[in-house]
C-alpha cells in the first residue's frame, strides 16, 4: 500500500530565512509526486509536481523541490520565506489523479 | 481560480439526519472528487467520478454515497449523519486522469451533533 509520511508536524521560520519541508513516501512503483498547500479556510492549491525528468523542479510563489527517487524522498524549498507562506503544506503521491495519497501534512508558522 | 463552488460552506446537524453536499464547477473537467480532511489525516478521498453517472469509491467511502447526473455537479450524501462524519469536505476536479492536479474548492465544513 502507498504512504506519505511528513515527518515534521509544525515548524516555525523567521520571515527572511530559508525553508525546507520534508516528505518520504512509500509507493509500489514509480509515482506521480505532488507538493500542495493549504492557506488557512482555503482548499488546496498546486505549489509544483514531478514525473519525470529533472529531479529539481520549480514553483509556483519561489518554491522549488528537490525529488529523490532512490530515497523515495522529496524535499520543498524556499530561500527566503514571506509571513504570507504561512500555511499548511502536503505532500502527494501517486499513480493517477484518482489514486493520490497525502500526506498529514506541516504546519508552517512565520515570526517577523 | 478554477470554478468551483461547494454548498453550503457551514452546516450543523444532529445525528441521525441526512446530509447533500453539492459540488459545482463551471470548467468541464471530467474528473470530480469529493475528500474529507481531519486533524492527523491529510487528505483521503470517499468518493469520485470520472463522468455522468460513473462514480468509484475511494479510501473511506463507507456511510457516503454521491451522485452525478451532470457533468457540472457532483453531489455528496450522507444518508443517516453520525458524529464521527464531522470533518472538512473538499471538493476536487481535474481535466484528465493522469495529470495528477487537482483544483479544490474551499470546503464545506460539517459538524454532527
Known amino acids: 500500500a502507498q504512504s506519505v509520511t511528513q515527518p515534521d508536524i509544525h515548524i516555525t521560520v523567521s520571515e527572511g530565512a530559508s525553508l525546507e519541508l520534508r516528505c518520504n513516501y512509500s509507493?509500489?512503483?514509480?509515482?506521480?509526486l505532488f507538493w500542495y498547500v493549504q492557506s488557512p479556510g482555503q482548499g488546496l492549491q498546486l505549489l509544483l509536481k514531478?514525473?519525470?525528468?529533472?529531479?529539481l523542479v520549480q514553483g509556483i510563489k519561489g518554491f522549488e523541490a528537490e525529488f529523490k527517487r532512490s530515497q523515495s524522498s522529496s524535499n520543498l524549498r524556499k530561500p527566503s520565506v514571506h509571513w504570507s507562506d504561512a500555511a499548511e503544506y502536503f505532500c502527494?503521491?501517486?499513480?493517477?489523479?484518482?489514486?493520490?495519497?497525502f500526506g498529514t501534512g506541516t504546519r508552517l508558522q512565520v515570526t517577523l | 481560480d478554477a470554478g468551483i463552488t461547494q454548498s453550503p460552506r457551514h452546516k450543523v446537524t444532529e445525528t441521525g439526519t441526512p446530509v447533500t453536499l453539492r459540488c459545482h464547477q463551471t470548467?468541464?473537467?471530467?474528473?470530480m472528487y469529493w475528500y474529507r480532511q481531519d486533524p492527523g489525516h491529510g487528505l483521503r478521498l470517499i468518493h469520485y467520478?470520472?463522468?455522468?453517472?460513473?462514480?468509484d469509491k475511494g479510501e473511506v467511502s463507507d456511510g457516503y454515497s454521491v451522485s452525478r447526473s451532470k457533468t457540472e455537479d457532483f453531489l455528496l450524501t450522507l444518508e443517516s449523519a453520525t458524529s464521527s462524519q464531522t470533518s472538512v469536505y473538499f471538493c476536487?476536479?481535474?481535466?484528465?486522469?493522469?495529470?495528477?492536479?487537482?483544483?479544490f474548492g474551499e470546503g464545506s465544513r460539517l459538524t454532527v451533533l
Open positions: 467520478s470520472y463522468g455522468v453517472k460513473d462514480t
Open positions: 502527494a503521491v501517486g499513480g493517477t489523479a484518482s489514486k493520490l495519497t
Open positions: 476536487a476536479i481535474s481535466e484528465g486522469r493522469n495529470t495528477g492536479e487537482l483544483f
Open positions: 470548467e468541464n473537467h471530467r474528473y
Open positions: 514531478y514525473f519525470s525528468g529533472d529531479t
Open positions: 509507493y509500489g512503483a514509480t509515482p506521480y
